[in-house]
Nanobody, 123 residues
């Protein structure tokens, strides 16, 4: 079992940057595909980015491609999301999640979730 906890959210101006982190418990962190999702008010939770267990491969939602970068440090059991050129539409609660299937973009493919961290982009 994996327990996840996000940090790093906050208020940022349009065009600014923010880095989210997710700390994981457990000895098998590197065996999990890690993902970031987000949920804006009144909207469904959506996929943002995912990364393989080794950290060698990543994949992104089209809406964040080129602006966001996902990375992980298996020695520290952490996964991060660097967010640049932020837009108002990036405002949401961001969640990290752990799953077993690389390339997965659906919520049901991820077994473990953090509690979320709020990101607000002000124009």
């Amino acid at each position: 079992q994996v327990q996840l906890g996000e940090s790093g959210g906050g208020l940022v101006q349009t065009g600014g940057s923010l880095r989210l982190s997710c700390a994981a418990s457990g000895r098998t962190f590197s065996s999990y595909v890690m993902g970031w999702f987000r949920q804006a008010p009144g909207k469904e939770r959506e996929f943002v980015a995912g990364i393989s267990g080794s950290g060698g491969m990543a994949y992104y939602a089209e809406s964040v491609e080129g602006r966001f970068t996902i990375s992980r440090d298996n020695a520290k059991n952490t996964v991060s999301l660097q967010m640049n050129s932020l837009k108002a539409e990036d405002t949401a609660v961001y969640y990290c999640a752990a799953g077993q299937r690389f390339g997965a973009r659906r919520i049901e493919n991820y077994n473990y979730w953090g509690q979320g961290t709020q990101v607000t982009v002000a124009s």
